[in-house]
């Protein structure tokens, strides 16, 4: 696989200047339970009344969390697409929604729906401003524990590692499957489904993918605890990039914002991630990533923050 870092930009230079005209922009893993990640949620607003925002995953845990950052975003932004992270799909003990697994993933559709803001449940829209006409596909993938460390065989000898190294997503505890036996198995329909919705659709149209994770291992391999990796995504996406028409890819959950190319497809890591994240690393591409058009002037790729890794729990 061609891998092309797009440069990187030191901690506090200024992103391309907004496009004249409506912009398709992204954002991820907000994580607005934290106070500091809250106020940074209620400072994004669009340039012009035409744009567009991805919300690439981890707005929050708490559905009342979810429901205020979604709501404020949809109230600025022309459309807002959303695409689950693990965070939301968690049940939390003192959450009163104590829905699980696709119960719960549904339950955030619905509030979505209310909301105004698109879903993988949804057809998916087509951005017709600079840089279109692109479909813009929110997908719901999880993971498959496939990205093991070379030193683990099986999913369980992955685990057992992990939990050896401490590094253990909190996942394990309370991303619950139901009904589905496992998450892989839950992954892998969500897979087969989306693979469908894609080879049906029309390939003279580019799309820009929106997933929580990356479709590709690569961007993981910066990873200070490859055990981590299981977490977060799956082999059975590795070609989708060259297979589909797709401008873009969208994605977060790794906590390092940057922009990478792999087979010459843009790989737009566009994360916020958690305070002691920013506050180290500051936000070198600017709070929104503007995926189309595509930024010809400023710098493209990301501050890999020391090649760091998600906080514990991610």
Known sequence: MAHTPSGSAPSGSTPSAPAPGPRLLAVSDLHVGAADNRAVTESLHPTHEGDWLLVAGDVAERTEDIAWALRLLAGRFAKVV?????????????????????????????????????????????????????????????????????????????????????????????????????????????????????????????????????????????????????????????????????????????????ATRYDGVRFEEVSIGYPREWRRRGHPLGLLRQILPHPVAGPEGAARAGGGAPEAGA
């Open 82 to 258: 959303w695409a689950p992270g693990n965070h939301e799909l968690w049940t939390m003990r003192d959450e009163p929604v104590q829905a699980r697994g696709v119960e719960r993933y549904r339950h955030l559709v619905e509030l979505c729906r209310g909301l105004g803001v698109l879903t993988p449940e949804d057809p998916w829209p087509v951005w017709r401003g600079p840089g279109g006409p692109a479909a813009v596909a929110p997908l719901f993938l999880l993971y498959d524990y496939s990205w093991r460390t070379s030193e683990a065989l099986t999913k369980e000898e992955s685990l057992a590692r992990a939990h050896e190294a401490g590094v253990v997503c909190t996942d394990e505890f309370l991303l619950h499957p139901d009904p589905y036996p496992t998450r892989d198995a839950w992954c892998r329909d969500r897979v087969a489904t989306t693979l469908r919705r894609l080879q049906a659709h029309d390939p003279s149209v580019p799309l820009v993918l929106v997933n929580h994770y990356p479709l590709v291992r690569e961007p993981t391999r910066v990873l200070w605890h490859p055990e981590f990796a299981q977490w977060c995504g799956t082999d059975l996406t590795a070609d989708w990039h060259r297979r589909f028409p797709v401008a873009a890819m969208v994605y977060g959950h790794l906590h390092i914002p940057r």
